[in-house]
């Protein structure tokens, strides 16, 4: 295990952008208090940026730089953090960190999902450690619950809202009104969205973090491909009003649960939740991960999921962790990281049983519901509830309808049937329903 560090403990930041810039804050701001409470000094010695220009209200205050190789190898660097973002060259970035036994944070969940067991890997044949609380939840300390505090218990079910930009577009859709775009340009300004805002859109980051989550809950392997994903891009204001209608929010969901024989259901969709359900309240940039232990029984994490000082302050507590040992430690000895241990047995999305919403566009014409019901009868599903407003004779109409529990493949041939009849324009909105509580067992 990495050897305690000499003080002060040099640091190299790769990357002063908006998780960057709150470290360095965090590291000036709060010194004292942070060397009164761990007895630890840090001293960041290198700030690897791509532009020294653009960080012209830091020059002569940091140690800008924009080569991040010789930040990496300068001896006075015991712990490097990365918050660049990005998986190629920042990989490399960390492999060699690691092969110089250099312990590393960071922040980057793409990397994780699809490095992390090479990294863990390398990390460990080097006697040195990955910590990664800032990947997951933001601020939120769930990496650490998972790895700790909650090691005693059989994880069944973790249910998170994980993606902050998913959460204010779908929170300012719902709340106020706002028009997709809209809601998406006010996501972007805030600093919450990747470089890529289609990462938080299509559903992938959330699908990141929950290979992240999944595996050191469940400890397992869970690659990305794993998870069956769906983002919020055709979330429609016409579903989350009509979800209203029925007594349901929307919400993008990360889903890990143990189903049939101990298999693992792993998805990512917009969901319909109940409008009681706690999950429904977590609103704007705000993250939520419902735990469910076989001791504990439900648990919910909740706290800023993105932004610059949240996710600062998970990079900070890293920070601490490595320095003092404990994290090197649980590291070393813990067999939930997903190099010590085997692939997850993933259950099939199609053979997964939830309830659906559908919205359908239909003719409003004699026998229409009829031909519907029983293309879903043919296919063994049943219908919850039907809403349909009032429209003039042979306009097309929205029909909502709810169902009960059905294997995803068969909505999925219902749906076809469905699209194919002369009086339904295609193509239907499936979006499905999570009745946690009832699910789980919890009241
Ligand atoms: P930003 O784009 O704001 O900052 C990235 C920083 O890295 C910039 O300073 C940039 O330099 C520098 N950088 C990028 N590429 C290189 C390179 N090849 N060489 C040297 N420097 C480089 O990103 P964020 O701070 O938002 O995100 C950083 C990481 O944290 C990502 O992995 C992200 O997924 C993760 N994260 C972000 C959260 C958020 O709320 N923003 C929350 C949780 C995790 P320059 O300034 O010159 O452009
Ligand atoms: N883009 C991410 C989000 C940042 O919106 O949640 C936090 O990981």
Partial sequence: VTSPPTEPIGIALLGCGVVGSGVVR????????????????????????????????????????????????DKRV?????????????????????????????ANKSLLAEKGTQLFSLARQHETCIAFEASCGGGIPIIHALSTGLLANRIDALVGIVNGTSNVILTRMTRSGWGYEQALDEAKQLGFAEADPTLDVS????????????????????????????????????????????????????????RDADRLSLRVHPTLIHADDVLSDVAGSFNAISVWG????????????????PTASAVVSDLIGVALGTTPLAFKRLKIFPDTTAPADVLPFEQLETRSYLRLTARDVPGVLAEIAEALGRNGISLSAVLQH???????????IT???????SMRQALREIDALTTVRPPTVCLRIMDQPKEFGVS
């Fill in 26 to 73: 965090i590291l000036a701001e709060q010194r004292e208090l942070l060397r009164r409470r761990t007895g630890l000094t840090f001293d960041v010695r290198h700030v690897v940026v791509r532009d020294v220009k653009k960080h012209a209200e830091h020059a002569g205050i940091l140690p800008l730089s924009t080569d991040a190789q010789a930040a990496i190898d």
């Fill in 390 to 400: 009032e429209v003039d004779r042979g306009q097309h109409v929205p029909v909502v």
């Fill in 203 to 258: 559903g992938r980051d959330a699908a990141q973090k929950l290979a992240i989550l999944a595996s050191l809950a469940f400890n397992v392997q869970v690659a990305e491909a794993d998870i069956h994903v769906e983002g919020i891009e055709l979330v429609d204001a016409v579903d989350i009003t009509f979800a209203r209608e029925l007594g349901y929010v929307v919400k993008l969901l990360a889903i890990a649960e143990r």
């Fill in 78 to 106: 015991w712990i490097v953090l990365e918050l660049m973002g990005g998986t190629d060259v920042t990989g490399e970035l960390i492999e060699r960190a690691l092969r110089l036994g250099k312990p590393v944070v960071t």
């Fill in 294 to 309: 076989h001791a504990l029984g439900h648990a919910l994490f909740y706290g800023r999921g993105a932004g610059q000082m």
């Fill in 403 to 409: 169902t009960h529990l059905a294997r995803e493949g």
